[in-house]
């Protein structure tokens, strides 16, 4: 398996627009986290999944952020419309019904 | 409530030092406690956690309930542990519960 794949690995946009992070979790995992990560307060668990559906989402923002689990394999943050203090790393990690979470490579988003 | 604390935003040590990365934490059942570490340009991984009572790279943390601590050591630094290293408690409901992190830097 080659682990947590997203996308973009790097994403540069200007203040306003939709930026949507992409997500595919190691198969047959059951639960799905975003996390976003700043120098400024570290490491924050936005949202998180179990078997598609999305469980606890009071780390989210505003509602400019929502998050979806279409399906077993692929979820998607989206961001509309994205601000420059959204800039940050965002990652996504899975996990199959225990404390190990499996972690992505991050998207690092520049919001300009 | 449950909180995961990290002291120390920045620690920097010189090559052969004793390193000490501190953790405390506010739980109210049995804690399950875990190192992850993001090493440059690198994903966050798992370092060690504290049932498996295991040392990684050197690495040991104890679990202390007396004082509510998990911190994280090492009796002599190397160049390659510079990273960035995250404290997390496991809640009931399997999620993470993070610290800030701290940011390792060994000096040659």
């Known amino acids: 398996d080659a682990g947590v794949i997203q996308s973009p690995r790097h994403e540069v946009t200007e203040m306003g627009q939709e930026v949507t992070l992409r997500c595919k979790p190691i198969?047959?995992?059951?639960?799905l986290f975003w996390y976003r990560q700043t120098m400024m307060r570290g490491l924050e668990l936005l949202i998180y999944f179990n078997n598609n559906v999305p469980i606890d989402d009071s780390g989210m923002p505003e509602d400019r952020f929502s998050a979806k689990m279409p399906n077993a394999s692929f979820s998607t943050l989206k961001i509309q419309p994205s601000e420059p203090r959204d800039s940050a790393v965002y990652f996504c990690?899975?996990?199959?019904?225990?404390?190990?979470?499996?972690f992505g490579p991050g998207t690092r988003l520049t919001v300009l | 409530a449950q909180r995961v604390t990290q002291p120390e935003k920045l620690l920097s040590v010189f090559k052969g030092a004793p390193v000490e990365l501190k953790c405390n934490y506010s739980?109210?059942?049995?804690?399950?406690l875990f190192w992850y570490v993001q090493y440059s340009r690198q994903r966050l991984q798992l370092l060690l956690r504290?049932?498996?009572?295991?040392s990684i790279k050197g690495f040991t943390a104890d679990l202390n309930k007396g004082e509510t601590s998990f911190h994280l050591k090492k009796p002599f630094a190397q160049e390659e542990d510079s990273a960035m290293y995250y404290c997390a408690l496991i809640d009931s409901n399997y999620q993470l519960i993070w610290g800030a992190g701290t940011k390792l830097i060994i000096k040659p």
């Open positions: 739980y109210s059942g049995s804690p399950e």
């Open positions: 198969s047959g995992h059951d639960y």
């Open positions: 504290h049932i498996s009572r295991e």
């Open positions: 990690a899975s996990s199959l019904q225990g404390p190990r979470q499996y």
